[in-house]
Every structure is written in structure tokens, then in C-alpha cells.
């Protein structure tokens, strides 16, 4: 069955940092790209990074850049967020989702599957 589960959310200070993890399984997942989006309360979900099914290439909204890296094993199928200086800003929900449109969209309207997310809370 088509699974994509993410872990490793939780509560950190105001430059701690936490590595999310997103399994796959029930499709060819080295086929696709892959990507991150987050929700907080209240906001609306926005894109955060993305990365392109070989992993030669990867995409990053502004607020996020030189702090969050995107990676992933397609061996194990698995993408996975490194989050470091972390801000309260960045508090969401975070949801790891396929593309069915490849070559690094930001948009939602080009990833057809989403995970249930992993919360993220940052204090300061």
C-alpha cells in the first residue's frame, strides 16, 4: 500500500536544530521529485524546500535558505529535512508530499500525495 509517513518533529529552542525524515513506500520512489511544505496555525501552508528525483537539484523558499537542507536515499526511500538555526518563525506543521510534475516545483498543485505531518515547535 502507498505510504508516506514523516517523524522526527518536536520542541527545540531558537537556534537548535532538528533532522525530519519522510518514508515512502508503495510506488517507484526514485522516480519523482519530492518536497517539503509547512502549515502554522492560523497561516496558510507555504513551500518550503524541494528536491528533484535524482537529487541533483534542490529548491528552498527564501525564509528557509542557508539554515534547512533537503536530501534523500532512494535505496531506502526516504527524504529527509535538516533544519538547523531554527526560529520561532519556523513553528508548523510539516508536511513531506510527491510531485507529480517534476523539475523542482513550489507550488501544491504539482505534488499529488502528502504525508500526515510532524509538528515543529520553536521557542524562544
Known amino acids: 500500500q502507498v505510504q508516506l509517513v514523516e517523524s522526527g518533529g518536536g520542541l527545540v529552542q531558537a537556534g537548535g536544530s532538528l533532522r525530519l525524515s519522510c518514508a515512502a513506500s508503495?510506488?517507484?520512489?526514485?522516480?519523482?521529485?519530492m518536497g517539503w511544505f509547512r502549515q502554522a496555525p492560523g497561516k496558510e501552508r507555504e513551500f518550503v524546500t524541494a528536491i528533484t528525483w535524482s537529487g541533483g537539484n534542490t529548491y528552498y523558499a527564501d525564509s528557509v535558505k542557508g539554515r534547512f537542507t533537503i536530501s534523500r536515499d532512494n535505496a531506502k526511500k526516504t527524504v529527509y529535512l535538516q533544519m538547523n538555526s531554527l526560529k520561532p518563525e519556523d513553528t508548523a506543521v510539516y508536511y513531506c508530499a510527491r510531485a507529480y510534475r517534476n523539475g523542482g516545483s513550489t507550488s501544491e498543485r504539482d505534488y499529488d500525495y502528502w504525508g500526515q505531518g510532524t509538528q515543529v515547535t520553536v521557542s524562544s
Open positions: 508503495g510506488w517507484y520512489f526514485s522516480n519523482y521529485d
